[in-house]
């Protein structure tokens, strides 16, 4: 789950003890421009789509993109990125994977706003105006998040068990062999589930199927064409 994540990530954090850590608060404001209590800052902190009310940020720190912030640069959501610096209102990163920038100067984020329903189900609850970097830490990540990764090593949390197709596969194939993955379960279980949704391959199959057909049918049709043409000729 996402709390499970951030609580990873602030765990792990903790633990690395960095030098030159800064905790980076938003700034939360109602649409009368009242500022907010802290209740209901911590349950707009619980969105996915929304960066934390306090950011533990330090040179270093491996993060992900929030917003398609600047394409061209490659910030997009779902890059990761290292920090390079924090100040005061913008950071700076050195993207990693596809976008990669890492040796020219980093790459510069600013405390941007987001806008999001109390109650996202409910319109008829206010829109709350934050005003924060858009990035979160990615040491830990969800299943969702992982997809498209190609990690070193992979710890996979199966205490709770995965709910999507796929969810399974999609943790364990993140690294590049066997010996670089380490499962945590809970005590006495020794086995986990990949969930698979028996319609969807089926989909998948008629579907592969179909195309096999297609191919079949323009590759006779093409030959066909060809040889009427050389009959033609002679």
Avoid: W
């Avoid at 996402?2 to 690395?16: C, E, G, S």
């Avoid at 959501?77 to 990669?100: C, D, K, P, T, W």
């Avoid at 590049?176 to 589930?193: C, E, I, Y």
Wanted: proline residues 5%; hydrophobic residues 40%; charged residues 20%.
């Amino acid at each position: 789950t996402n709390q499970r994540v951030r609580d990873f990530n602030r765990q792990i954090v903790d633990l690395m003890n960095p030098s030159g850590l800064k905790v980076c608060r938003s700034y939360d404001t109602l649409p009368n421009g009242d500022a907010m209590h802290h209740d209901v800052i911590d349950h707009l902190g619980s969105h996915s789509g929304v960066p934390q009310h306090e950011l533990q940020l330090f040179p270093g720190a491996l993060v992900r993109v929030m917003r398609n912030y600047s394409p061209h640069h490659g910030l997009i959501n779902g890059a990761r990125a290292r920090v390079a610096f924090v100040g005061e209102n913008v950071i700076g990163v050195h993207l990693l994977g596809q976008h990669r920038n890492a040796g020219t100067d980093p790459l510069l984020l600013p405390r941007i706003r987001f806008k999001q329903r109390l109650n996202r189900y409910d319109r008829r609850t206010p829109s709350v105006t934050r005003l924060q970097f858009p990035v979160a830490l990615a040491y830990a990540m969800t299943y969702n998040r992982a997809q498209g990764a190609t990690l070193a090593k992979v710890g996979i949390d199966v205490r709770e068990p995965s709910f999507m197709h796929g969810h399974t596969y999609v943790a364990f194939s993140r690294a590049q062999s066997r010996d670089a993955v380490v499962v945590l379960t809970s005590p006495g279980v020794h086995s986990v589930v990949n969930v698979v949704y028996a319609e969807i391959l089926k989909h998948l199959g008629q579907d592969a199927e179909h195309r096999r057909k297609s191919i079949q049918s323009m590759a006779a049709a093409r030959v066909a064409a060809q040889a009427h043409r050389a009959s033609n000729v002679s």
